[in-house]
């Protein structure tokens, strides 16, 4: 067993994308203009309501002064609440293409869901066990492959070893593959009720509405759409840059908490489960766009491109994957796991980096500063598995390879370290992207320090001009799926023969929001920008005018409070 190594890397710094805005509906007035009788329809009306206060309720939890209190909020509220909307927002869509399916039986008022899906509260259980699941066998795989390196250990306790996790993992998954089983369990009658639901079901009143909302990333600052898949598909994304947000203001708070050397363990696993749902949502989006019939050309933004999303679903593991890295240290695993983890994090940002080159317009797209962070932590975690693969070379009494592989894990820290001005906003700091480097730093010289030490006491090896090339990488971080809500069994047949689909909203049926423009300078020709230039690059969306002002004015607000707020 290797001994405790005296520095740990689990430093952490996570990029965060701003939240797209919105401009909200108002249901109760304008949704009753769509029915056929215009002397009012109960479930018109009654839909209008729920729709218009579960919209409320996430501008509350996403834009309001409670949303911008991090600490506080309360996370249960907040996807309940998105569930909610989503679930109301199934029927335009056509429900039988995307949701879980409510059917009553014709005897009692029992709702029973259609055979292989869940319902919220069914599923939220499965979550858990199947974080669980992933976070016990994550911990088995870590520990079987350092029993198989370990050089202390006969191999006949190394098999005995390998036989008890595979047994433990053997009874894991027994355990949490019955609920599954027993919820496929279904009858006839369910399935045939279902296919008549299914039928029933239609879209012709999809693209009736409107929506506005802000963009991420593109030269468009602002969505308008009529697509009600426009308003589901940006309401499930902004989850998702809300979960990545979440995740690094929970890290940040941690380590000011448990000092600069570490994060506290209980938060690593919320951590970890976050980044990880928001994978799964990413995922979701990006499988399921292409079948939906959206017409991204008509929509004419970036942020629904399948380049965009696999960054996005690619950046939510990749930081999943460094705090598997932080735990392998704190857990004293074998170095050379800790190699095969840090090489596959290097090259999911590597592909993170690649995919956003080969677009066009980086800099106009708002696509320059993400791209040069993922290239940052290429750097970062290409510069640890080396560190790491020198250690191991010098465990096994290679001292010149590990010299010379150690010094190309410093020069990789100085390429990394050149893109930090470049990279500087309000949302990262110089001194936040500073941190793990300093820490790696600090390990390759402790460990130069002991690999020429050693080499020239015992070793006497010259020193190679080749260094051995890396093993493949190992990734343990898996995205969570992500399973719609039960659609609201307020749509069915009958809600659809309320509505005359010939009856459409216009645009001035919705308040337009207003952008003020980001600077167009681009941050390779500036690479120390001034606060001012700081802010404007932050791509400010508001509802109306007065908003603007009254934001514009409070630009000089201390960057502590900013960093607790993930809206504009």
């Known amino acids: 067993m290797e001994n405790i190594p005296e520095i740990q890397f689990d430093q952490y710094c996570f990029f965060i994308h701003r939240l797209k805005l919105r401009s909200t509906l108002n249901y109760r007035t304008k949704l009753p203009t769509l029915a056929k009788d215009q002397a009012g329809s109960p479930l018109i009306v009654k839909i209008a309501k729920e729709l218009n206060d579960a919209s409320e309720s996430y501008n509350t939890f996403y834009y309001s002064e409670k949303a911008k209190n991090l600490a506080e909020i309360n996370i249960e509220e907040l996807t309940e609440c998105v569930n909610n909307y989503v679930s109301l927002l199934g029927g335009f869509v056509g429900g039988s293409k995307l949701f879980q399916l409510p059917i009553v039986q014709p005897d009692d008022n029992e709702v029973i869901v259609v055979a292989g899906q869940s319902n919220n509260h069914h599923h939220q259980h499965n979550n858990h066990s199947h974080d669980d699941d992933e976070d016990g066998d994550s911990t088995s795989k870590m520990h079987q492959e350092e029993g198989e390196s370990t050089t202390n250990h006969s191999d006949n306790e190394g098999d005995e070893e390998k036989k008890d996790n595979d047994d433990k993992e ?23 009720s279902s296919s008549s639901t299914s039928s029933s079901m239609n879209d012709s009143i999809r693209k009736n509405l409107q929506f506005q909302w802000g963009t991420i990333f593109g030269t468009e600052r602002i969505c308008k759409s009529s697509d009600v898949v426009v308003e589901l598909i940006s309401v499930l994304m902004n989850l998702g840059v809300w979960y990545l947000g979440y995740s690094e203001f929970l890290v940040s708070k941690s380590q000011t908490t448990a000092g600069s050397d570490s994060i506290d363990e209980e938060q690593r696993k919320v951590v970890y489960d976050y980044l990880l749902k928001a994978a799964g949502i990413f995922e979701w989006i990006m499988e399921k766009t292409p079948t939906l019939g959206l017409d991204l050309a008509g929509v004419n933004i970036l942020d629904f491109n399948s380049t965009i999303l696999r960054a996005l679903y690619l950046q939510s593991i990749g930081q999943a994957q460094e705090i598997s890295i932080g735990r392998a240290f704190k857990k004293n695993t074998s170095r050379s796991i800790i190699t095969k983890l840090a090489v596959d994090t290097a090259s999911i940002y590597g592909e993170i980096g690649s ?7 980086i800099t106009e797209n708002r696509l320059e500063r993400f791209m040069l962070f993922c290239r ?26 590990a010299i010379a592989t150690g010094n190309q894990s410093r020069e990789l820290v100085k390429k990394a370290l050149t893109l930090i001005r470049p990279l500087a906003c309000i949302t990262l700091s110089v001194e936040s992207m500073k941190l793990p480097i300093t820490v790696l730093q600090k390990m390759i010289e402790a460990d130069q320090t002991r690999f020429e030490r050693e080499n020239k006491v015992i070793g006497f090896q010259t020193v190679p001009d080749q260094t051995p090339d890396l093993p493949e990488g190992n990734r343990l971080a898996k995205a969570r799926p992500f399973v719609l809500p039960m659609l609201s069994p307020l749509w069915d047949s009958k809600t659809f023969d309320q509505f005359d689909s010939s009856r459409k909203l216009s645009e001035t049926d919705i308040n337009s929001l207003i952008v003020q423009s980001p600077s167009s300078s681009s941050t390779s020709n500036s690479p120390v920008l001034s606060s001012k230039d700081k802010d404007k690059d932050n791509d400010y969306i508001n509802i109306n005018s007065k908003e603007k002002e009254k934001d514009s004015n409070n630009n000089s607000s201390p960057k502590s409070e900013k960093k607790e707020c993930l809206i504009n």
């Open 170 to 192: 053997d009874k894991e998954e027994e355990e949490f593959q019955l609920p599954k089983i027993s919820g496929t369990t279904t009858t006839t009658s369910s399935k045939s």
């Open 355 to 361: 995919l956003l080159e080969g677009m066009d317009q």
């Open 376 to 401: 940052f932590k290429q750097q970062l975690y290409r510069a640890l598995a080396i560190n790491q693969q020198a250690y191991v070379l010098n465990q096994t009494h290679q001292y010149g390879a």
